[in-house]
């Protein structure tokens, strides 16, 4: 039972527990490989406030934090073969 006496703290900062593992994680290289391909043959990225996003570190950012991103391809090149 809370005791009404007790002052009530402000909570943490929220922070995600998605973790990104640059040196063992094949998902996460592949993940960094697409995004990187994808804004060099210039499909823009957005957050889903529409705010856009021009660097793979704020797409990555904004993909932790808000979990999705918005995407534009229509005048982007074509993929390149693999």
Not at 56 to 80: K, M, Y
Request: charged share 25%.
């Amino acid at each position: 039972m809370l005791d009404p006496t007790t002052p009530i703290l402000p909570s943490p900062t929220l922070v995600s527990d998605m973790q990104l593992d640059f040196t063992n994680s094949d998902e996460t290289l592949f993940l960094l490989t697409e995004l990187s391909d994808a804004m060099q043959r210039g499909v823009r990225h957005y957050k889903l406030d529409g705010t856009p996003l021009d660097k793979v570190n704020n797409v990555i950012e904004a993909l932790i934090f808000e979990g999705e991103v918005f995407f534009d391809d229509a005048e982007s090149a074509p993929p390149r073969g693999h």
